[in-house]
Nanobody, 125 residues
Framework: QVQLVESGGGLVQAGGSLRLSCAASGRSFSSYAMAWFRQAPGKEREFVASITWNGGITYYAASVKGRFTISRDNAKNTVYLQMDSLEPEDTAVYYC??????????????????WGQGTQVTVSS
């Protein structure tokens, strides 16, 4: 069993930055594909970004490409989401997610094996 714990959320003004972290338990983290999803009030959970097991390939939703950067440190069992040029539309609960097969990118929620509990990001205008 893998536990994912997100941190780094908060309140920020439009145009600002935040860095989310997701710490994973377990010895298999380095083999997992990882991703970030988000869910805004009244909306369905949506894909944000994903990264393969070694960090060699990343993939972003069109709405965040060029503003967000996903990365990972397998020595620390941690995945990050650097969020720059934040917009009010980025306000949501952000979830860390893991899939046991790490050789390809995650793009859909039904691929996920493990979810974190979420961290709130609020961007004020």
């Amino acid at each position: 069993q893998v536990q994912l714990v997100e941190s780094g959320g908060g309140l920020v003004q439009a145009g600002g930055s935040l860095r989310l972290s997701c710490a994973a338990s377990g010895r298999s983290f380095s083999s997992y594909a990882m991703a970030w999803f988000r869910q805004a009030p009244g909306k369905e959970r949506e894909f944000v970004a994903s990264i393969t097991w070694n960090g060699g390939i990343t993939y972003y939703a069109a709405s965040v490409k060029g503003r967000f950067t996903i990365s990972r440190d397998n020595a620390k069992n941690t995945v990050y989401l650097q969020m720059d040029s934040l917009e009010p539309e980025d306000t949501a609960v952000y979830y860390c997610a893991a899939r046991r097969y790490g050789g390809s990118l995650i793009s859909r929620g039904n691929e996920i094996d493990y979810w974190g509990q979420g961290t709130q990001v609020t961007v004020s205008s």
